[in-house]
């Protein structure tokens, strides 16, 4: 096997490899650190790698294996952090010039302790938007970070650094983050299949409230349904230090491909779509049909339109952060962007506001019961708008737009597990992904389906196998 073939091999593939000795751990580390050297330079996925850190954490796992013990499910396989997450050894930057000189993480975050004791080999931190307020990877930290598929695009955000990494083969697993889209979105530009999990799956805890409130949740990102699965297996079930985390909910590791019996279908649900990018998941939808999916089409789904207040949330718990700076030497060392979203906060969001937007949640949740009732899962485009210049909005219909990606913030607010699966390519080369809404807890259910649609689609073509 070639080493630019192993960084593609599925997470569960490497590590049964390794633990078989027919691979060592060192032999793909090390594979995955030469494309790194390559092709980092360009695409710019990492905010900090430890080549000799992870050489050893390989050799460490290849003694284990050599002495007769088992090092974990996923013994062997990389694994990139999102930079808003601790790992132990390396400096938490959040994508941001604040904590540049910070020193680093002394322990794991909970996802990160649960990969690392499965055997997962720590590369180093992908890189986030500031704090993880944009879908866009650009920040004063640690500049733009590219898409794969055309290193003038962008990579998505807030989790661009994972997704980037994950397309060019610079790694087989991340973590990444989610309270807006955060996940799905760079997963739709970068051509992956992801999840959003059901909010409490993945513990945050450790002491610390997540900045982004009730909209925020973590997770593993693969490039496929079974890499997710897998590491989800590991990641999930309670911690004592979340009260709001829930048991693992038969997540076993393993991807069941399934094409659902019955889908809701909204094409365009309150914001205009791309009509390129309609056209790629339209084909989809038809390929269901005729493989015996019953299709039941809608116009819309909420009323009102939850982004509203999922904003109202996502601006005061900005405040909330790092307010406290503002009219200090620091807050000029905040993205232009992200100050206005804080400012917009104090501004506008009184106290009565923002419980109002909390409160809209129950009527949000209920609306996608209802839609829920009617078939198992409710299926949109994940992004509206084609992908963007790096740096700019994406497009709709030729047209900039601060609505390109609308549609998956509402999963935030209500909690739903939903993933997005890449359905094929615009006349440019740029991949397209459908999302999946599935109940809340049916996460198992819904990485089946997106396996399942994965068949449909076919085996990808990533952008640079070689």
Excluded at 198 to 209: D, E, I
Excluded at 230 to 255: E, K, N, Q, R, Y
Excluded at 321 to 343: I, K, N, P, Q, V
């Amino acid at each position: 096997m070639t080493d630019s073939a192993v960084p593609f091999l599925g997470a569960a593939e490497i590590a049964s490899k390794v633990r078989s000795r027919e691979l060592s751990a060192r032999e793909v580390t090390d594979a995955v650190l030469g494309r790194i050297e390559r092709l980092n330079p360009v695409i710019n996925a990492w905010a900090v790698i430890d080549a000799e850190g992870a050489r050893a954490q390989a050799e460490r796992i290849d003694a284990e294996i050599a002495r007769g013990n088992d090092p974990g499910v996923l013994a062997g396989v990389p694994l990139g952090v999102k930079d808003l997450e601790d790992a132990a050894g390396f400096r938490t930057g959040y994508g941001s010039a604040l904590h540049l000189n910070d020193a680093p993480a002394s322990v794991d975050s909970v996802q990160v302790a649960r990969l690392r004791a499965a055997g997962c080999v720590v590369l180093g931190k992908t890189t986030t938007s500031e704090f993880g307020y944009s879908g866009d990877t650009v920040t004063p930290g640690w500049g733009a970070t590219l898409n794969p598929w055309n290193t003038k695009r962008s990579s998505g955000g807030s989790s661009g650094g994972s997704g980037a990494a994950l397309a060019a083969g610079m790694t087989v697993l991340a973590t990444g983050s989610d309270a807006g889209g955060s996940i799905r979105i760079p997963a739709a530009l970068c051509g992956l299949t992801a999840l959003k999990t059901t909010h409490g799956v993945v513990p945050l805890g450790q002491g610390l409230a997540p900045s982004g409130g009730t909209l925020t949740v973590r997770g593993p990102m693969g490039r496929r349904a079974c890499d997710t699965a897998a590491a989800l297996a590991v990641v999930a079930g309670p911690h004592p230090t979340d009260p709001f985390s829930l048991p693992s909910l038969g997540l076993d590791g393993i991807v069941r491909p399934t094409l659902p019996e019955r889908i809701v279908w909204a094409p365009s649900p309150g914001f205009p779509v791309d009509s390129e990018v309609a056209a790629v998941c339209a084909s989809l939808v038809a390929r269901l049909a005729e493989a015996g999916t019953e299709v039941i089409e809608v116009d819309s789904i909420y009323d009102p339109e939850p982004i509203g207040d999922w904003f109202t949330l996502w601006a005061i718990y900005r405040e909330r952060a790092h307010g406290h700076l503002r009219d200090t030497s620091s807050w000029e060392l905040f993205d232009e962007g992200l100050r206005a979203l804080m400012d917009h906060g104090a501004q506008n969001v009184s106290a009565k506001a923002a419980m109002a937007a909390l409160d809209a949640i129950h009527v949000h949740a209920a609306k996608v019961a209802a839609v829920l009732d009617r078939a198992p899962f409710l299926v949109t485009p994940t992004v509206a708008g084609q992908t963007a210049v790096s740096g700019h909005h994406g497009t709709v219909n030729g047209e900039p737009t601060i609505f390109w990606a609308p549609f998956t913030q509402a999963a935030n607010l209500t909690r739903h597990p939903a993933g997005s699966v890449c359905v094929g390519l615009t006349a440019d080369g740029m991949p397209v992904g459908i999302q999946v809404t599935g109940a809340h807890a049916a996460d198992a259910a819904l990485l089946d389906v997106l396996a399942g649609i994965e068949g449909l689609v076919g085996t990808p073509t990533w952008p640079v196998e070689a």
